[in-house]
């Protein structure tokens, strides 16, 4: 099997739509010229719910696909957690912010899913890392992770739409964070099962909200890497 491999672009400090082409232009070209000078290379794209929405707005997706097209980028997968400027010099608790409780995180996560969709070349899969629900404080109830849950499953069912109507597959993947709602594994699989895997259409779910595996989050919480995946396989999901 072939895993595909890019650059991530969250690292860089920039909420507008200009500034992240900027950063594109300044460090992954810089990075494609070294690495990949003969082949399209892979980023990880992150764009702030204004960047995307702008984007969305004013129909410059095609101009922006052309672009990354021409410099040889392929946004495989996007960082949809920070939604807004999480490179300000006072962040803290606002990159958890809104939740997945709020349907600003819909919104947000609907407009990454029609970007992701139209930059992708044909017939190519894509990702997009998501919140891991909340922040851990407060503890939410039963009622809000079932509201979180509620707002997964309808997006789930939009990505199958997506699938039967052009082939496009996309998922959606929750990112487990020392600190939040979702730390470890056995978070992630308890969630699934008491809250997200509680809905008519399990197979949609299973298919299209997955889970993005960072190797360092997992460490840090003195996680075997193997178990981990070990466990999230034995319970049937995926690391998308």
């Known amino acids: 099997m072939t895993i595909p491999v890019g650059y991530c672009t969250n690292v860089h400090a920039g909420a507008t739509l200009e500034e992240t082409r900027a950063n594109l232009e300044r460090y992954a070209v810089a990075v494609k010229r070294r690495f990949s000078p003969d082949a399209a290379m892979g980023v990880g794209l992150w764009l702030s719910a204004s960047a995307a929405r702008k984007l969305c707005a004013e129909q410059r997706v095609a101009d922006f696909r052309d672009w990354l097209a021409g410099a040889g980028l392929v946004p495989y997968t996007f960082n949809g957690f920070p939604y807004g400027d999480f490179h300000k010099a ?112 399990e197979a949609a779910v299973r298919r299209h909200i997955r889970v993005c595996h960072d190797v360092c989050h997992a460490a840090v919480m003195f996680e075997e890497q193997a178990d981990v995946l070990r466990r999230y396989h034995a319970a049937g999901f995926t690391v998308g």
């Open 90 to 201: 006072v962040v803290k608790h606002d990159v958890y912010r809104p939740t997945w409780t709020e349907q600003a995180r819909v919104d947000y996560t609907r407009d990454l899913i029609a970007i992701q969709h139209a930059l992708l070349p044909p017939g190519m899969s894509g990702s997009i890392s998501t919140l891991p629900l909340a922040w851990g404080e407060p503890r939410p109830d039963a009622a809000h992770l079932d509201a979180a849950a509620a707002n997964l499953r309808k997006l789930a069912d939009e990505l199958a739409q997506l699938e039967r109507e052009t082939g496009r597959f996309l998922c959606l993947c929750l990112e487990p964070e020392p600190g939040c709602v979702l730390q470890l594994s056995d978070d992630i699989v308890c969630f699934f099962e008491k809250h997200l895997l509680r809905g008519q259409d």
